[in-house]
Antibody, heavy 121, light 107 residues
Framework: EVQLVESGGVVVQPGGSLRLSCAAS????????MHWVRQAPGKGLEWVSL????????YYADSVKGRFTISRDNSKNSLYLQMNSLRAEDTALYYC??????????????WGQGTMVTVSS | DIQMTQSPSSLSASVGDRVTITCQAS??????LNWYQQKPGKAPKLLIY???NLETGVPSRFSGSGSGTDFTFTISSLQPEDIATYYC?????????FGGGTKVEIK
């Protein structure tokens, strides 16, 4: 079964750091670009970051640039999001998502269940 | 950055009704437009890719059309299980961007 499972979401204080993980199974992980998408409580979807299949290319939303770092370990079929200098507005459910096909950007055909990050004192 | 404007933000329709949602891009995105369904408490699900292609396993009552800046998503006959929020998403340019969503309810 093709599956993405996120973990690492917790309650963290403003200014704190956190690393999210996304474990992939059921497909050849290193064939595909991967993305993080977040959703604040009661709000819409916001794209956060992408990484190419080999980790050679990354891109970030302006709202997280310089604070978040996306990475992957293809030997472990895992995607990561290192989140530093967290702000209240980073509070959201964070999804990892797989791109359909070989492009770096496209349709997100597989999503995880999400992991909740709450930034609060 | 490309902005995606979805309308309406919410709608209420009866079972069996035809439902139409529009999505407008702030610039030409060709057909690089996808549609997702998100049910309460669930992750989004891909329904339509490249503006008009139905994802495998998605019921044929769902369809999409358009190109350039104006796109339409249609449910030909609304079913109770279609209660959800629907999002468009462009990927012509980075960053990829989602529309604000359309919440569909049963009247």
């Amino acid at each position: 079964e093709v599956q993405l499972v996120e973990s690492g979401g917790v309650v963290v204080q403003p200014g704190g750091s956190l690393r999210l993980s996304c474990a992939a199974s059921g497909f050849t992980f290193d064939d595909y670009a991967m993305h993080w998408v977040r959703q604040a409580p009661g709000k819409g979807l916001e794209w956060v970051s992408l990484i190419s299949w080999d980790g050679g290319s990354t891109y970030y939303a302006d709202s997280v640039k310089g604070r978040f770092t996306i990475s992957r370990d293809n030997s472990k079929n895992s995607l990561y999001l290192q989140m530093n200098s967290l702000r209240a507005e980073d509070t959201a459910l964070y999804y990892c998502a797989k791109v359909a096909g070989r492009p770096t950007v496209g349709a997100f055909d597989i999503w995880g269940q999400g992991t909740m990050v709450t930034v609060s004192s | 950055d490309i902005q995606m404007t979805q309308s309406p933000s919410s709608l209420s329709a009866s079972v069996g009704d035809r439902v139409t949602i529009t999505c407008q891009a702030s610039q030409d995105i060709s057909n690089y437009l996808n549609w997702y369904q998100q049910k309460p408490g669930k992750a989004p699900k891909l329904l339509i890719y490249d503006a008009s292609n139905l994802e495998t396993g998605v019921p044929s009552r769902f369809s999409g059309s358009g190109s350039g800046t104006d796109f339409t998503f249609t449910i030909s006959s609304l079913q109770p299980e279609d209660i959800a929020t629907y999002y468009c998403q462009q990927y012509d340019n980075l960053p990829p961007a989602f529309g604000g969503g359309t919440k569909v309810e049963i009247k």
